[in-house]
């Protein structure tokens, strides 16, 4: 199990949409995000996967807080949470 600890991380939106994407992704067998302390926990094949995910979280708009957070990385990381938001709400799941 890897804790990897993200930027931009707002609400039950952003980590929705974190969840759903990583999911997708091959090898990755679990995940979990937690918002109050902003981190993603996965469990992965290999450490090799790592580096995926840690890519995906970047260009969904949640880089690793060892990462540079520039505008252009936040903005995106509003709209990955408007998506969470609205599937959340069309599946039913409450805020």
């Known amino acids: 199990m890897e804790k990897i600890e993200i930027q931009n991380l707002k ?3 952003c980590a929705a949409t974190i969840k759903t994407k990583l999911q997708n992704l091959e090898n990755v067998q679990y ?6 302390e902003q981190y993603v926990m ?3 094949h290999s450490s090799e996967d790592l580096e995926i995910v840690k890519r ?9 807080a060892n990462e540079p957070n520039g505008f252009g990385k936040k903005v995106k990381s509003y709209v990955s949470c408007a ?10 799941i409450d805020h």
């Open 11 to 13: 609400c039950g939106g």
């Open 31 to 36: 995940v979990d995000v937690n918002v109050d």
């Open 42 to 44: 996965v469990n992965l």
């Open 56 to 64: 995906k979280l970047t260009s969904l708009g949640y880089p690793p």
């Open 83 to 92: 998506t969470g938001r609205v599937g959340k709400e069309q599946s039913g």
